[in-house]
């Protein structure tokens, strides 16, 4: 069984930057998806960002060039690092592992974690 566990958030400023970390507890073999989702409130869950089996990087719009996703299978873990953070940008970010070959987090077996508050305010 995997496990996902997701830390970092928290609360910053405006422009402000913060790194979100997911370990998994089982090893992250190179054909494994990762990726980071999002809820804000009265909202429905949206893909953040997300790294595919094959390698290919994938951002939703409202992200790109301010976040980044990156993985380090020798610790497995997945970083999602947020800069230039807006008050749009609050929400719950969940990160989930993928075995499929399907965008990760699409998949009826992919794993999630609980999930970690960033909200974005003065």
């Known amino acids: 069984q995997v496990q996902v566990v997701e830390s970092g958030g928290g609360l910053v400023q405006p422009g402000g930057s913060l790194t979100l970390s997911c370990a998994i507890s089982a090893l992250i073999r190179s054909t494994y998806g990762m990726g980071w989702y999002r809820r804000a409130p009265g909202k429905q869950r949206e893909l953040v960002a997300a790294v595919t089996r094959d390698g290919s990087i994938i951002y939703e719009t409202s992200v790109k060039g301010r976040f980044t996703i990156s993985r380090d299978n020798a610790k497995n873990t997945v970083y999602l690092q947020m800069n230039s953070l807006k008050p749009e940008d609050t929400a719950v970010y969940y990160c989930?592992?993928?075995?499929?070959?399907?965008?990760?987090?699409?998949?009826?077996?992919?794993?999630w974690g609980q999930g970690t508050q960033v909200t974005v305010s003065s």
């Open positions: 989930t592992a993928s075995s499929s070959s399907s965008l990760p987090g699409t998949y009826p077996n992919d794993y």
